[in-house]
């Protein structure tokens, strides 16, 4: 079974294509590294999929749902992180938190909200607004949005660059036990070692094609390093 099924996307900007006939699957339960330089085309294959950009042609089907025809649903249902951390600058981080619960109309929402205050220690920045929340208190605030809802799916934009150490080392053990239990996560970085750490399957996007899609383990069996492995394939390709 697939969480996501693309089938020759193509998105432009102008002359400038950044999807160029891309096609392959996700399939459910697994941590999917979409990894790329700067520029390749990853933040935009995301916002493709999740309905925030129509593409050319092609299509994307997101838990059943197509993309195009149902950008709404898509982001009623998956969990999204975007590349940059956007809470609204007037509410607080209580606020905000409570005002994602009331829109997805979500059960005990303080319970929800404990479990993120807790889990990423930022309980003290509570009733702080987020226009002086510092970035990685903002990039906490947008990991706990994206995960209030228990969603099956969730796709993450460079999520732990402004994370500290300790952090990190706690959303990505939340990420292997979260996909652990048959969930699904789309997951964009340039960040090399934390997809040979923590992706089941990886894909290596450039100029917006495909160098490269397989399991991680593959990679491992030949003793190569993601990182020596990548800049090989980016420099030939």
Not at 48 to 57: D, E, F
Request: with cysteine.
């Amino acid at each position: 079974m697939f969480a996501v099924k693309v089938e020759n996307l193509t998105k432009k900007f102008g002359e400038v294509t950044a999807v160029n006939n891309v096609s392959f699957e996700v399939e459910k339960g697994q941590l999917f590294g979409l990894l790329g330089p700067n520029g390749s085309g990853k933040t935009t294959m995301i916002k493709t999929l999740t309905g925030q950009l129509k593409p050319n042609s092609g299509n994307a089907i997101v838990l059943d749902f197509d993309a195009e025809k149902n950008p709404i649903k898509i982001r009623e249902i998956v969990g999204i992180i975007p590349e940059q951390e956007t809470p609204p600058s007037f509410l607080t981080a209580e606020e905000y938190l409570d005002f994602i619960c009331r829109i997805r109309n979500l059960d005990n929402p303080e319970d929800r909200c404990k479990k993120w205050w807790k889990l990423l220690d930022f309980k003290d920045q509570k009733n702080v607004l987020c226009k002086d929340l510092s970035r990685g208190t903002r990039q906490k605030l947008m990991v706990a949005q994206a995960f209030l809802h228990e969603p099956k799916l969730a796709f993450i934009d460079e999520p732990l660059i402004n994370l500290d150490p300790l952090i990190q080392r706690t959303f990505k053990d939340f990420l292997t036990d979260y996909v652990k239990k048959g969930n699904t996560v789309f997951f964009s970085t340039h960040v090399l070692e934390i997809a040979e750490e923590i992706c089941t399957e990886i894909a290596i996007l450039d100029k917006g094609s495909f160098l490269h899609k397989g399991p991680i383990s593959e990679l491992k069996k030949t003793k190569q390093h993601l990182e020596t492995f990548f800049i090989k394939l980016v420099k030939e390709g």
